[in-house]
Structure formats: C-alpha cells, structure tokens
C-alpha cells in the first residue's frame, strides 16, 4: 500500500490488517479509550500517520448512534462575537476527534425551533452550544431535552438547573464601565442600549445605569437610546444624541459595533473624540483596536466563551451535571475616553 498519497482509500479494516491487530482495537485507539496497552496503541498510531490515515467523523457517529460533531446555535447580528464565538469552540475540540457545525437560525420565525431539531437529528449531534438571543429561549432548551441532545447555555445570567451554562456576567461588566466613566468625572453620560428582547441588553443597561444612580445619577429618558447591536443602529442612535442643542460627553454603548456607528456621527459633526466625547463599548472585539482613537471597551472574552462551552460538552457523561462556569469581564483601557472638557 502507497504511504499518504493513497490515504482517502485507507480504511479501519486495513489500519487492523496492517498493524495485526483487531478492528475493535483500532476503534479503540481511535477513541482514546484506556483499554489499550500503550506499545500497542503506539504501533496502531504509527501506522495511521504513515499512510495519512483519519477517521470520518460521520462514519464514526454510525457505528456509536451519534456522531461526533458538536452544533452551534446562533441568532446574533453581529458576526465577529460569532467567528469569535467560533474559534473559541474550535480551540477547545482541536486534537478531540470533535468537529464544529453550525447553524444560524432567526428566533422570530415561527419554525425556527423545529429547524434547530432537524439540524440536532439530521446530523445525531453530541451537543448543541446555545449562542444569546437562542440561549435564552426556554422552548428551545425544552425541545433539546425532549430528544436527548446535550446543550451548554452562554448566558448573561444563570438560566438551568442543571448548571449547564457559561455564565458572561454582563451587568458586572457594564457597572465597570460606568464606574471608569464616572472616575474620569463624566456625569452626563448617555447609554445606547442592545434590542431590550435581549437579556444581554437588560442586563448591561441594568448594571450601567445601577451603577450611575449608587453616584446619585439618574439618566433622563432622552439619554437612553435604544438600537439593534448593528453599525447602522448605532450611527441611527447616535444622531439623536449628538445632533441635537445639548450632547452628552460620554456615551457607553452595549456593543462595539454600535460604538463605531457613534464615531461615524462624531465625525461628520466635527465632534472630537475623546477630546469633546468619549466612548466605550462592550466586546472587545478586534474592531476595537482598528478604531482611530482605539476604542475603550468591555472585555468579555469571547473566544475563551466558546471554548469553555465546548470543553463542558466534552465531558463524559454519567458524571452528574456538567459544571457551571464563568467568564468574568472587565474593561480595556485605550484612548476613546478622557475627563469632560466642560
């Protein structure tokens, strides 16, 4: 048999011909159980390298009545939290046997629940990673219980009994970036929230604006704004703060996409940031530090998110419930914010 050239045509059958051994140690091996001796498994390891050889995961998945495939659900407008979210996922099933599918879905539709289903059983997932807004639907999470699919929950909040979430802390992320306002001595201040169906947008505006009134401020109703996590909503937001008789001297927004939208209105207002505005957003995302001035914002570390998810789903089963964990925020400092000129 030809080394790596030939490869695709390798079979289990040959790896367990080849290196003498049965085809129910090979799987073995493959799957990393304990019940191999180790000159064994490093001969049959060998061999695979030798002649390129790797397992189909869907191949796999039929002989155990699963595959080995772990699902990602999401329903956010912002692509870069998702590729992060993605990479993150990724890191954690590197070198696992694991592969990563995804499904983007839109939770207003009516059938969006019976898509995620097809997605969970056409494909015998091992576990589905809920990304926010999908995370937090309840009839969702049901409709996966009911066919046995294991699922981790991102969320801002705990949200399952059985402690399978990656709890995102979002208010306590959101009070640090009104206190880091409120220490350079901003007190008019505005907020451009997320969409309000969102419990990532309650709870960043809670934490915000809980934190400003433990100061003793309390935002008038024309300083809240809300948009859709998006640039265009952002910019749309920003126009009502800014291009009215009185603009506040910071604004905080709940994403970094949003942010940008506000520094595209500054600039066509000849509004100088951070001199005459200062702004943070929230994510930290890659786009933060191509802005000119780099954007101060909220790291909430979203690969390392994902990959915890993945990692939780990777765990046996029949070890009780999985872990709960944590992904705690903070802020970045750059250069978008400074004290208030007036």
Do not use: W
């Not at 939770?107 to 809920?130: C, M, N, P, T, W």
């Not at 765990?315 to 914010?337: I, K, M, T, W, Y």
């Amino acid at each position: 048999m030809s080394k790596k050239a030939d490869s695709k045509t390798v079979t289990i059958n040959d790896i367990a011909r080849l290196s003498g051994v049965s085809k129910k140690t090979v799987s073995r091996i493959i799957n990393n159980s304990p019940l191999v001796r180790k000159d064994t498994r490093d001969k049959v390891e060998a061999l695979m390298r030798e002649v390129g050889y790797a397992p189909d995961p869907m191949a796999r998945g039929l002989a155990f009545r699963r595959s080995f495939l772990i699902g990602m659900v999401y329903d956010n407008p912002t692509a870069q939290y998702v590729v992060d979210m993605q990479y993150g996922a990724l890191d954690a099933l590197r070198g696992s046997s694991f592969e990563l599918v995804v499904h983007p879905c839109d939770s207003r539709s009516a059938d969006y629940i019976e898509g995620v289903r097809r997605f969970a059983q056409q494909h015998k997932l091992h576990g589905v990673i809920l990304v926010p807004r999908a995370s937090e639907d309840q009839a969702l999470v049901e409709m996966l219980k009911d066919i046995g699919c294991r699922y981790v929950r991102i969320a801002a909040v705990p949200m399952d009994e059985t402690s399978q979430t990656v709890i995102t802390h979002d208010r306590d992320g959101a009070a640090e970036a009104a206190d880091y306002l409120l220490s350079l001595g901003h007190r008019d201040v505005a907020l451009i929230t997320g969409p309000v169906a969102y419990r990532s947008t309650l709870e960043r505006s809670a934490g915000f604006l809980d934190a400003l009134r433990k100061r003793g401020i309390t935002l008038p109703e024309d300083r809240i704004v809300e948009a859709g996590y998006t640039f265009e909503s952002g910019l749309a937001a920003a126009e009502k703060l800014l291009l009215g008789d009185r603009r506040p001297t910071a604004i905080f927004t709940g994403n970094d996409e949003m942010a940008a939208g506000v520094y595209k209105v500054a600039l066509r207002a000849g509004i100088d940031i951070p001199r005459e505005l200062s702004v943070i957003g929230y994510d930290d995302s890659s786009l933060a530090s191509r802005l000119s001035p780099s954007l101060t914002s909220v790291r909430r570390n979203t690969r390392d998110t994902g990959r915890t998810a993945a990692a939780m789903l990777l765990q046996p089963e029949g070890q009780g419930p999985l872990a709960s964990a944590s992904v705690r925020p903070h802020v970045v400092v750059r250069d978008s914010c400074q004290p208030p000129q007036r």
